[in-house]
């Protein structure tokens, strides 16, 4: 029976959806997606809201719609000056009412949705000299002699974190396939804590979260999910604390010049936030005894400078520094902004990249760089535990949390320099 998912398991491999192509698959692992469990746990970042179906005399311009109707023309061309491929319609709706539709570099549409198609689209509208229209909206094929509404597109539509290749209009047939075995999943946060909180089980969160009939379905689950995803971090930091309470770590000195040239390097002026949390990482590193702190911020709020400062301390006390990013795209934009901040500023800090899409002579010469002491800090993903990656002196471990690391993954990070480097993960407010 197409659909069913009864043969897997929360464990089975994202292949195993029969809608997930091979190429879905290693596009998704890049996204920390490898099994049916992490899907469901994936939830969308956000929704667009385009509502019920509208007639066209009723829209303006600016705002979202959900628009029904019959495509009354349709052509693939080709401009004359940029050689941009558009896909160009007109769609009617059952009052008379008339809109210009425009797709770039979708000139397959003109076939799959031809004059005479009854479709419904959702997208923005926009007021242009030749009346409205949207740019670039979703769509969906309706019986060309019925009156029935879409089920695919329109009211709430889901954002999720992605990769080329993969639109969110995919992961939600994904996830639509996976999502008859949320009932497996485990409950791991206990039932007074859920209560005192008052946050749903982890079922009703990942079925109000991908397929939520109100915005205020998804916040429920996106609470709880975010709650779960810090008492998780909390948990295992508890634990690590328990472990290192006896190990020895090298203390990192604290040093003015070092932090007056960072500042000046950076090419803004620091928040309190950053300073402050700069302030408390550098004097954990001074003690003896490993630095095992959670940095929480929002996306943008500039967690990136404040772990580039202690990787500077790290540096001018003859130490090393490892970052681990859950996906490529997140490795090498770190890399990015860690050169940014730090190579110009320090001259001897060598920023260097670990993925393995590198070619394999690229991961060795790094790996050499980074067993030998040259470079002062490696950024990666999981090659980073997966290979063999060693360091002469690593002083600081710092790991993007945004997709999540099991405990095991952070100790084998640790264990990767001769003793305890100080610790520091980074996860972005849920």
Known sequence: MPGTVAARSLSSPVSSLSKVKPTDAKRLSKLGIETIRDLLLTLPF?????GAPRRIAELRDGEPATV???????????????????TQATLTDDDGGVMRVVWFN??????????????????????????????????????S???????????????????????????????AEALPLASELEELLPAETRLRMGLVGVVDAARLGHQPRTQADWQVAR???????????????????????????TPIPYRQEVIDAFKAGVGFELTNAQRRSIWDAFQDMERPSP??????????????????????????????????????????????????????SFPGLTVELLVSSQSAPERRR???????????????????????????????????????????????????????????????TP
Request: glycine fraction near 8%; aromatic fraction near 6%.
């Open 46 to 50: 956000d929704w667009e809201i385009y």
């Open 68 to 86: 029904v109707g019959r495509i009354s023309s349709s052509v693939a061309q080709v401009t004359y000056r940029k050689r941009v491929r558009l």
């Open 106 to 143: 979708q000139p397959y549409l003109a076939n799959r949705i031809p004059a005479g198609a009854r479709v419904a689209l959702a997208g923005h509208v926009k007021s242009g000299p030749r009346g409205l229209e949207m740019r670039n909206p979703h769509y969906e094929p309706l019986q």
């Open 145 to 175: 002699d019925g009156d029935a509404g879409p089920n695919r597109i329109g009211g709430l539509m889901p954002k999720y974190h992605l990769v080329a290749g993969i639109t969110s209009k995919r992961m939600a047939e994904f996830v």
């Open 223 to 249: 609470k709880r999910m975010a709650f779960a995803e810090l008492f998780e971090l909390q948990a295992a930091f508890a634990l690590m604390r328990a472990n290192l309470a006896l190990e020895p770590a």
């Open 291 to 344: 630095m095992n702190r959670l940095l929480n911020g929002d996306v943008g709020s500039g967690k990136t400078a404040v772990a580039a400062a202690c990787v500077a301390m790290a540096h001018a006390a003859g130490l090393q520094s490892v970052v681990m990013a859950p996906t490529e795209i997140l490795a090498r934009q770190h890399l990015g902004k860690f050169r940014a901040y730090l190579e110009a």
């Open 366 to 428: 790094v790996r050499t760089s980074a067993a030998s002491g040259h470079c002062a800090l490696v950024v990666g993903t999981h090659a980073l535990i997966e290979e063999d990656v060693e360091f002469a002196q690593l002083g600081l471990a710092v790991v993007d949390e945004q997709h999540r690391f099991g405990t095991r993954q952070r100790e084998q990070l640790r264990a990767k320099g001769s003793g305890r480097p100080h610790f520091l993960a980074m996860t972005a």
